[in-house]
C-alpha cells in the first residue's frame, strides 16, 4: 500500500447518516487505494507548502527512495539534504504552472518527473501531484538508436567511399552487395601485408582484386608481378621463380639471372592459378612463405626476401588436398585471409553497369557511337555466364564490332545464347511429362530463334545443320509458317 496521512474520523465518532456518508468516503478510499497502488507510474503527492502527503509503491521502486522518510517532510529540507537533486513540486509553486524535468537518482535511474498544481476556490495551489516515470531503458534506447543511425551512416559513407575507390582504383564495377562486400574486406586487408587467397570462378575478376589489394596496400610504390603457374612450362617454373646461377643449366645467362620474387623484393607477387604448381614446387613455394628466402637453380646460399603473396586460383583446393594433389601445409600458409568472389550469374545487377562500361570503352576505343537495345540487356542478364565477365566483354566486343547498325538488337546476338533462354518450362508433376512433346517445343524455338536471325531459311537452316527443306518440314509441322 502507498503511504499517505490518514485523516477520516472513525465510526464510533459519527452516527446516522453521517456514518453511511463516512462509509461511502472510506469505501471511495479504496478505489483510489487501488489507483494509485497500480499505477504504473510513481506517484508523490504535496500539500500547497510542499509537505509530503502521499507517495506510492512505484515511486518507491522507480526512484529507490522510502516513501516513509519521505512522508510529512518539506521538499526544501529533502533537496537540501541531497536525497533528491530537484523538486518538481518547488518549481510548480514557484511559476504556479505545470512543470516537466529529467532527474537522474542515486540508484542510476533517469526519471521524468511531471509536477501539477491543484488549485482551491480561492486559486490559491492546495496541493501538487507529481508523476514520475522510469525512462532509463527509453533514454537507453534512443542512446542505441542514435549510435546504429551513426553507424549506418558511416557504412553507407564506407560503402560510397568503396564504390568510389572501386571506380578510381583497377576498375571495379559493381553495385551487388556481396561484392562490395569482398571489396571492403579487400581494403582492409591490403595495408596488413597478410597473405591473401583469392577464390572464385575463371573470369570473375581475381586479377582486379589482387590489383585493387596492391593499389590501396603500402607496397603500392613497389613492384606488382603477376605470374600464371598454369601458363609457365613445369621445366622452367622453378628458374622463371627463383632465378638461377650462372651456368645452372644449358642455354642459361653466363650471368645468371633473379627470379620474380628476387625481381618483385620490396613488393607484390600475384601467383595466378597457384593450383597448377606441382607437388615438387609446392614444396619449394611453401620455404618462400615460411623462411621468406629462396635458393636459387644451380645454387646453394639462400637470399632473403620480403615479398607479399596474393595467389588465386579456381579450383577446389580443400577438394584437392584430400585427393592429396596440394600440400595441405601449404594450403594452410595461403588460406591465412581467403576472399571468395561470387560468380557473375550470383551479380545480376552488376550485368547492366558491365554492359555499359565495356560499350563506352569500345565506342572510344573504335570511334563508333553504338547503343544497346534494352531487350538485348535483359536477355544478357538472365544469361548464365560460364565464362564470368571475360565472357560478358568478348560478347559486347563482338557485338559493337559486328553489328551492322549503330543499335545492336536481339538479333545482333548469337543464337545459342539466345536459345539458352528459350528452353520450355519442365513443371514434373504427379502425372508423368511428354518427354515427345517436350522436345518438339525445343526444336520449335531453336528454329524460331535461327529464322529470326537471319530472316530467311537457307542461311538458318546452314546455321543449324539442316538441310533447307527439312527446315521447312519441320516448320510446317510445327505450323510455325
Known amino acids: 500500500m502507498y503511504t499517505y496521512n490518514k485523516s477520516i474520523p472513525s465510526l464510533k465518532e459519527k452516527s446516522g447518516d453521517q456514518n453511511k456518508e463516512i462509509e461511502r468516503m472510506r469505501f471511495i478510499c479504496k478505489q483510489l487505494d487501488a489507483v494509485i497502488e497500480n499505477s504504473y507510474d510513481g506517484i508523490y503527492i504535496t500539500d500547497g507548502n510542499a509537505n509530503t502527503i502521499l507517495v506510492n509503491k512505484s515511486y518507491e521502486e522507480i526512484t529507490g527512495v522510502k516513501g516513509k522518510d519521505m512522508l510529512e517532510r518539506n521538499m526544501k529540507?529533502?533537496?537540501?539534504?541531497?536525497?533528491?537533486?530537484?523538486?518538481?513540486?518547488?518549481?510548480?509553486?514557484?511559476?504556479?504552472?505545470?512543470?516537466?524535468?529529467?532527474?537522474?537518482?542515486?540508484?542510476?535511474?533517469?526519471?521524468?518527473?511531471?509536477?501539477?498544481?491543484?488549485?482551491?476556490?480561492?486559486?490559491?495551489?492546495?496541493?501538487?501531484?507529481t508523476n514520475v516515470r522510469d525512462i532509463t531503458k527509453l533514454n537507453e534506447l534512443t542512446e542505441k538508436l542514435v549510435r546504429n543511425e551513426e553507424i549506418t551512416k558511416r557504412y553507407h559513407s564506407e560503402i560510397e567511399s568503396i564504390k568510389s575507390q572501386a571506380r578510381r582504383y583497377s576498375k571495379i564495377i559493381t553495385e551487388d552487395k556481396n561484392m562490395l562486400e569482398i571489396i571492403r574486406r579487400a581494403k582492409k586487408v591490403a595495408s596488413m601485408n597478410l597473405t591473401t587467397l583469392l577464390l572464385g570462378e575463371s573470369g570473375v575478376g581475381k586479377e582486379v582484386i589482387a590489383r585493387y589489394i596492391y593499389e590501396n596496400g603500402n607496397r603500392r610504390?613497389?613492384?606488382?608481378?603477376?605470374?600464371?603457374?598454369?601458363?609457365?612450362?613445369?621445366?622452367?617454373?622453378?628458374?622463371?621463380?627463383?632465378?638461377?646461377?650462372?651456368?645452372?643449366?644449358?642455354?642459361?645467362d653466363k650471368r645468371g639471372k633473379m627470379g620474380i620474387f628476387e625481381t618483385a623484393n620490396g613488393g607484390t607477387v600475384f601467383?595466378?592459378?597457384?593450383?597448377?604448381?606441382?607437388?615438387?614446387?609446392?614444396?619449394?613455394?611453401?620455404?618462400?612463405?615460411?623462411?621468406?628466402?629462396?635458393?636459387?637453380?644451380?645454387?646453394?646460399?639462400?637470399?632473403?626476401?620480403?615479398?607479399?603473396?596474393?595467389?588465386?586460383?579456381?579450383?577446389?583446393?580443400?577438394?584437392?588436398?584430400?585427393?592429396?594433389?596440394?600440400?595441405?601445409?601449404?594450403?594452410?600458409?595461403?588460406?591465412?585471409?581467403?576472399?571468395?568472389?561470387?560468380?557473375?550469374?550470383e551479380r545480376p545487377k552488376d550485368i547492366p553497369l558491365l554492359i555499359e562500361h565495356f560499350l563506352n570503352q569500345l565506342n572510344l576505343k573504335l570511334g563508333f557511337n553504338k547503343k544497346i537495345d534494352e531487350n538485348?540487356?535483359?536477355?544478357?542478364?538472365?544469361?548464365?555466364?560460364?565464362?564470368?565477365?571475360?565472357?560478358?566483354?568478348?560478347?559486347?566486343?563482338?557485338?559493337?564490332?559486328?553489328s551492322n547498325s549503330d543499335l545492336i538488337t536481339p538479333r545482333d546476338l548469337p543464337v545459342e545464347m539466345d536459345l539458352s533462354l528459350?528452353?520450355?518450362?519442365?513443371?514434373?508433376?504427379?502425372?508423368?511429362?511428354?518427354?515427345?512433346?517436350?522436345?518438339?517445343?525445343?526444336?520449335?524455338?531453336?528454329?524460331?530463334?535461327?529464322?529470326?536471325?537471319?530472316?530467311?531459311?537457307?542461311?538458318?537452316?546452314?546455321?543449324?545443320?539442316?538441310?533447307?527443306?527439312?527446315?521447312?518440314r519441320k516448320r510446317k509441322r510445327y505450323n510455325c509458317i
Not at 620455404?287 to 632473403?304: C, F, S
Open 77 to 129: 529540507d529533502i533537496v537540501k539534504e541531497g536525497i533528491i537533486s530537484q523538486s518538481g513540486t518547488l518549481l510548480v509553486l514557484g511559476k504556479k504552472k505545470p512543470v516537466t524535468i529529467e532527474q537522474t537518482f542515486k540508484n542510476g535511474k533517469t526519471v521524468l518527473v511531471s509536477s501539477n498544481p491543484v488549485f482551491d476556490e480561492k486559486n490559491n495551489i492546495n496541493m501538487v501531484v
Open 221 to 252: 610504390d613497389k613492384y606488382f608481378l603477376k605470374v600464371n603457374c598454369g601458363a609457365i612450362p613445369v621445366n622452367l617454373i622453378e628458374s622463371q621463380l627463383f632465378g638461377y646461377e650462372k651456368g645452372a643449366f644449358s642455354g642459361a
Open 271 to 345: 601467383l595466378d592459378e597457384i593450383g597448377e604448381l606441382s607437388l615438387d614446387m609446392q614444396v619449394k613455394f611453401l620455404r618462400v612463405l615460411q623462411e621468406n628466402e629462396i635458393v636459387r637453380v644451380g645454387g646453394t646460399k639462400p637470399v632473403k626476401i620480403d615479398v607479399r603473396i596474393i595467389a588465386a586460383t579456381n579450383k577446389n583446393l580443400q577438394d584437392m588436398v584430400k585427393r592429396k594433389l596440394f600440400r595441405e601445409d601449404l594450403y594452410y600458409r595461403l588460406n591465412v585471409v581467403p576472399l571468395n568472389i561470387p560468380p557473375l550469374r
Open 376 to 402: 538485348v540487356i535483359k536477355i544478357l542478364t538472365k544469361y548464365n555466364w560460364p565464362g564470368n565477365i571475360r565472357e560478358l566483354k568478348n560478347i559486347i566486343t563482338r557485338l559493337v564490332a559486328m
Open 422 to 472: 528459350t528452353m520450355p518450362q519442365v513443371e514434373f508433376s504427379t502425372c508423368g511429362i511428354n518427354l515427345d512433346k517436350l522436345i518438339k517445343q525445343y526444336e520449335k524455338n531453336i528454329m524460331d530463334r535461327a529464322y529470326e536471325k537471319f530472316n530467311n531459311v537457307r542461311d538458318a537452316a546452314n546455321y543449324l545443320g539442316m538441310h533447307p527443306s527439312t527446315f521447312v
